[in-house]
């Protein structure tokens, strides 16, 4: 079995965050989804497990940290293309995501920042390696 990765979020409203993240371009796998989770494919992969608090706190072991007020974690989407980048998040922003800072460029590296609606951060950025600074 290849390594996957399953990133698991809390929210408060699973219809309106899974149509969220279908904006952002990830896709609903009614498998491994039912009226308190939905499982978003980001890619053969990579997950997102977006769950009701009560569904959430069935696992977790210590208190949900309010992500609308609290840094909690930081995730990263890379993209193909600075214009994917764009794209991305001019969906995300339609949808109702809000962009909490500027564009950030680096010179090998453009980076944008969207929240959902229960505050989860994502880093969406494009990397030119062949930009890399060398030393």
């Known amino acids: 079995m290849a390594k996957q990765v399953f990133i698991n979020l809390a929210v408060e409203d699973l219809q309106k965050s899974m149509d969220f993240y279908t904006a952002l371009g990830f896709v609903n796998n009614p498998q491994f989804s039912d009226d308190t989770g939905k499982c978003m494919v980001w890619s053969e992969n990579i997950y997102v497990m977006i769950m009701t608090h009560e569904k959430f706190k069935s696992f977790a072991t210590k208190p949900l940290a309010n992500?609308?007020?609290?840094?909690?974690?930081?995730?990263?989407?890379?993209?193909?293309?600075?214009?994917?980048?764009?794209?991305?998040?001019?969906?995300?922003?339609?949808?109702?995501?809000?962009?909490?800072?500027?564009?950030?460029?680096?010179?090998?590296?453009?980076?944008?920042?969207?929240?959902?609606?229960?505050?989860?951060?994502?880093?969406?950025?494009f990397m030119d390696i062949t930009k890399f600074p060398t030393v």
């Not at 909690?72 to 969906?91: C, F, G, H, K, R």
Request: no cysteine.
């Open 67 to 125: 992500t609308k007020s609290n840094l909690a974690a930081l995730y990263s989407l890379s993209m193909e293309s600075i214009d994917e980048v764009n794209n991305l998040m001019t969906n995300g922003l339609k949808a109702g995501g809000t962009e909490p800072n500027e564009m950030r460029d680096y010179g090998f590296m453009q980076q944008r920042t969207i929240e959902d609606f229960d505050g989860h951060t994502w880093e969406v950025f």
